[in-house]
């Protein structure tokens, strides 16, 4: 029903700035809260950060919270991830996702999903 393609992924030094966008095709995500979230090799996927449709309130985990900004234009139906301060740990292949019928940010139950895109922070 929804097709999520991510772009903006690249290798960028440790302090660097990186914005990732999130293009949804198929349908308009007017009921869809929607979510980041990441995994570095030989780790669990984890949660990076979420949205409402109308762009708040907005949840990040405390890993990333005051470095990072997710954020969404309706009419363009495009989701970004503003990333600042960007540390080495911060490596992993980043994905973003949509919970159709959700009217608040939350960590859990997303059904669609992207194909992700790499993000590498050079130490």
């Known amino acids: 029903q929804v097709q999520l393609v991510e772009s903006g992924g690249g290798l960028v030094q440790a302090g660097g700035s990186l914005r990732l966008s999130c293009a949804a095709s198929?349908?308009?995500?007017?009921?869809?809260?929607m979510g980041w979230f990441r995994q570095a090799p030989g780790k669990e996927r984890e949660f990076v950060a979420s949205i409402t449709y109308s762009g708040g309130p907005t949840l990040y985990p405390d890993s990333v919270k005051g470095r990072f900004t997710i954020s969404r234009d309706n009419v363009k139906n495009t989701v970004y991830l503003q990333m600042n301060s960007l540390k080495p740990e911060d490596t992993a292949v980043y994905y973003c996702?949509?919970?159709?019928?959700?009217?608040?940010?939350?960590?859990?139950?997303?059904?669609?999903w992207g194909q992700g895109t790499q993000v590498t922070v050079s130490s």
């Open positions: 996702a949509a919970r159709p019928g959700t009217y608040y940010p939350t960590r859990l139950a997303y059904t669609y």
């Open positions: 198929g349908r308009a995500l007017s009921r869809d809260a």
